[in-house]
């Protein structure tokens, strides 16, 4: 007993200290993790090119081509919008001003029975002038250009990462089926079938998240972007594109939409109480179709995370990796999640939970280790050895049974 603590301990320290190399070393993990969660994305897809007979390295040339092609075209066709409607927004800016000054504040001064402001854009030039000359003089003209280089190589090392994931995913995609069977080998044969199992399970939760969430942002962003423009906002399509994409993170989405939507909509038509409302009624209804249409249809209840989960899980990934631990905050939630759950069916059949129960683990010299509090029996069976190998996994198994007095 005291050996298996030890051994037990042993391992986990080898694993901490893994995992803490792992942490030193992550500008050089990051760009593998990265291209492996590319690999197992578009696996599903190379493999059912292989399958209609197409040589592996052609089925994911054929992927990453069309990939490109499909955000190519987006690209080609999207920017151009996008630039329209900026464009739109910058010559907007003076009116959005002149509205500010001459209906928003006296409006709020009358109101409020404040004293009344405006918003003089002579002066916030001057300030921003003054600030310029008198934090960036010549003497920080060298540190500028040092902070300009710095930046650059910085964009450099970067783009070297973007390019360098898709040919580390693609060596991935390459051996991914021997990359498995190598990582499943280095399972205990005693903890296989479980170890298969819970692996299976978080599989089940992430493609239901990687397929459910985009298709979700996809739909959303349209609904959102049709009913603005049915509205008659200029920049209806660009903010409905962002709340969409926005929705990776619960609730960022609708926050950063209506929010834009409104100031939009005042720029654009004034203090309208009934565009506001309109406006206030597309994002209500895209919020409906997402919680009682989208996701029940698309995610279901595999991801299993209650709001205030999800709420604690985008908090805690931004803490822990910014903006990027907000994107993939849920599906490792949900993955947690799924451990935990076995976590605490392991611990409710082990004698910590109940002192009362036996144990019983059976080994390969044909004896059988019977552990209790109240009893210590050591049991001799008789097998046949050629079936005894046979079996080898359904003698290694640990049973739990309860504790009998005679």
Known sequence: MVDRTLRRIFILSGIALILWILY???????????????????????????????????????????????VTLAIWY??????????YARDSIPAGIHWINYTFLPWISQTFNVEAMEIDTEQMSSVVMQYIQTNYSADSIQTVLLRVAQSGLNFIQIGGVVVLIPIIAFYFLLDWDRMLESLRRLIPRSYEKSTLSIVGECHSVLGAFVKGQFLVMFLL???YAVGLQLIGLEVGLIIGMIAGLASIIPY???GVGIIAAVIATLFQFGLDWTLLALVLGVFLIGQAIEGYVLQPFLLGDKIGLSPVAVVFAVLAGAQLAGFL????????????????????????????YDPSMVIIQGTSSGRVSVESEQVDVDVKIKTDPL????????????????????
């Open 221 to 223: 962003g349209i609904v």
């Open 387 to 406: 079936k005894n190998l046979q079996d080898t996994e359904k003698n290694s198994k640990i049973e739990i049974i309860e504790n009998k007095k005679p």
């Open 252 to 254: 960022l989405g609708f």
């Open 24 to 70: 030193l070393l992550k500008p050089v993990v990051l760009p593998f993790i990265a291209a492996f969660l590319v690999a197992y994305l578009f696996s599903p897809l190379v493999d059912k090119l292989h399958k209609i007979g197409l040589p592996r390295w052609l089925a994911i040339g054929i992927v990453f081509i069309g990939i490109g092609v499909l």
């Open 325 to 352: 631990g907000m994107l993939i905050a849920l599906p490792v939630a949900a993955v947690i999640v799924v451990l935990l759950r076995h976590a605490r069916d392991y611990y409710e059949r082990s004698r910590l």
């Open 78 to 87: 999207v920017v151009p919008l996008v630039w329209q409607q900026l464009m």
